[in-house]
Nanobody, 119 residues
Framework: QVQLVESGGGLVQAGGSLRLSCRAS????????IGWYRQAPGKQRELVAT???????DYADFVKGRFTISRDNAQNTVLLQMNSLKPEDTAVYYC?????????????WGRGTQVTVSS
């Protein structure tokens, strides 16, 4: 199993910045990709950004040019630098790992961290 703990959320004004951090523990050697999703009230959870073991990064179109994901393998940490935040970025942000299992891949989730952007 993999445990994921997020930190770094909070309240910020539009145009401001926040940095989210997610630390993984447990079977981290089985992680194939790690990243961030978000869920706003009344909406489905959606991809924000992920990075795999080869360093390939995927960003949602709505964060390109504003958010940057990075990974520190030695610390088993993934960071999300969020700049030029908009009120529509308000959501709970969840860390996710896609983890290799004996037969199938598994998704693990953190508990989430609230990001609120005021206008």
């Amino acid at each position: 199993q993999v445990q994921l703990v997020e930190s770094g959320g909070g309240l910020v004004q539009a145009g401001g910045s926040l940095r989210l951090s997610c630390r993984a523990s447990g079977s981290t050697d089985r992680i194939k990709a790690i990243g961030w999703y978000r869920q706003a009230p009344g909406k489905q959870r959606e991809l924000v950004a992920t990075i795999n073991n080869d360093g390939k990064i995927d960003y949602a179109d709505f964060v390109k040019g504003r958010f940057t994901i990075s990974r520190d393998n030695a610390q088993n940490t993934v960071l999300l630098q969020m700049n030029s935040l908009k009120p529509e970025d308000t959501a709970v942000y969840y860390c996710n790992s896609r983890t290799r299992g004996p037969v199938y891949d598994y998704n693990y989730w953190g508990r989430g961290t609230q990001v609120t952007v005021s206008s």
